[in-house]
């Protein structure tokens, strides 16, 4: 089985500076990793993915992950916090082949003006 | 493309009613779809899972006979709680992929209150 781990169910920031989202993975087979972001009474938007292929992702709005499989971490950063960036930010492990996305705990982001 | 829509986004019933959501992809066709529970500021835990035409997978602890899945088409899945107590109040998301092992597109979710 695999799961997530999100350090840190709260993060502030101040607009501008640098945002720091942290998740560690545990999986026995080579995982699948996602981050989410969901903003209030919404639904997810997919931010990024890394599915084996290149270890730096780049998605949405800024944001990059870097898989670290030595460290077991999928941590999410963007360089310059924006206000619209406030949100909800979830990661999420799956597995070749069983589609299932088994969820952290989520870690809510608020930016200081 | 990949847009998934849920109906309605928020709804209130009266406690021992049952309420149904639905769940459409609107520009792909969906083999697999998925049902979460998301209770206030927490994860998203999964519910079910449902194929298209066969019968839906529920996760351990899920109660099958209180939350019905039917996904009777490649574009339309459909959750109805029924008998629903206020216990049942929650956030529920649905996603859906193409098939297997891909992408899931998430639904904007539903807000269910029973009082």
């Known amino acids: 089985a695999q799961s997530v781990t999100q350090l840190g169910s709260h993060v502030s920031v101040s607009e501008g500076a640098l945002v720091l989202l942290r998740c560690n993975y545990s999986?026995?087979?080579?995982?699948?990793l996602f981050w989410y972001v969901q903003y209030p009474n919404q639904g997810l938007q997919l931010l990024l993915k890394?599915?084996?292929?290149?270890?730096l992702v780049k998605g949405i709005n800024g944001f990059e992950a870097e898989f670290k499989k030595s460290e077991t971490s999928f941590h999410l950063t963007k360089p310059s916090a924006h206000m619209s960036d406030a949100a909800e930010y979830f990661c999420?492990?799956?597995?070749?082949?069983?589609?299932?996305?088994?969820f952290g705990t989520g870690t809510r982001l608020t930016i200081i003006p | 493309g990949a847009v998934v829509s849920q109906h309605p986004s928020w709804v209130i019933c009266k406690s021992g009613t049952s309420v149904k959501i639905e769940c459409r992809s609107l520009?792909?066709?969906?083999?697999?779809m998925f049902w979460y529970r998301q209770f206030p500021k927490q994860s998203l835990m999964l519910m079910a899972t449902?194929?298209?035409?066969?019968?839906?997978?529920?996760e351990q602890g899920v109660e099958k006979d209180k939350f019905l899945i039917n996904h009777a088409s490649l574009t339309l899945s459909t959750l109805t709680v029924t008998s629903a107590h206020p216990e049942d109040s929650s956030f529920y998301i649905c996603?859906?992929?193409?098939?297997?092992?891909?992408?899931?597109?998430f639904g904007p979710g539903t807000r269910l209150t029973v009082t």
């Open positions: 996603s859906a992929s193409r098939r297997a092992g891909y992408e899931q597109y």
């Open positions: 999986s026995s087979v080579p995982p699948y």
């Open positions: 890394y599915t084996s292929a290149a270890t």
């Open positions: 999420a492990v799956s597995v070749f082949g069983n589609e299932k996305l088994t």
């Open positions: 520009d792909f066709q969906a083999t697999t």
């Open positions: 449902s194929n298209e035409g066969s019968k839906a997978t529920y």
